[in-house]
């Protein structure tokens, strides 16, 4: 029974240490150093400069339409032929 007790005090303990730092100032303190690292003089009302987007380069490319495939038309048929059969 105390071990149980131990373990759920170690995952409280771990839990609330490892939670994400959600202050306002830990957040300007993000965007004052975003504008520095990007060298701006003067700052956008309204744009928030420490984005992920900004921090990574992800790329995106263009999804090509999907194949025309009557599997959805044979799934439907099938579909309305077992309520068909079904005995009510």
């Known amino acids: 029974m105390q071990i149980t007790y131990v373990l759920a005090g170690v995952i409280l303990l771990v839990g609330v240490g490892l939670k994400p730092e959600t202050s306002i100032k830990t957040w300007a303190n993000g965007e004052a150093r ?7 003089g003067t700052v956008e009302f309204g744009k928030h400069y420490n984005q992920i987007d ?35």
Do not use: C, W
């Open 34 to 40: 975003a504008r520095k690292a990007l060298g701006l």
């Open 54 to 88: 900004e921090k990574y380069q992800f790329s995106k490319d263009e999804i090509d339409d999907m194949p025309e495939s009557d599997y959805s038309e044979k799934v439907v048929q099938r579909f309305n032929t077992s309520l068909h059969n079904r005995k009510l």
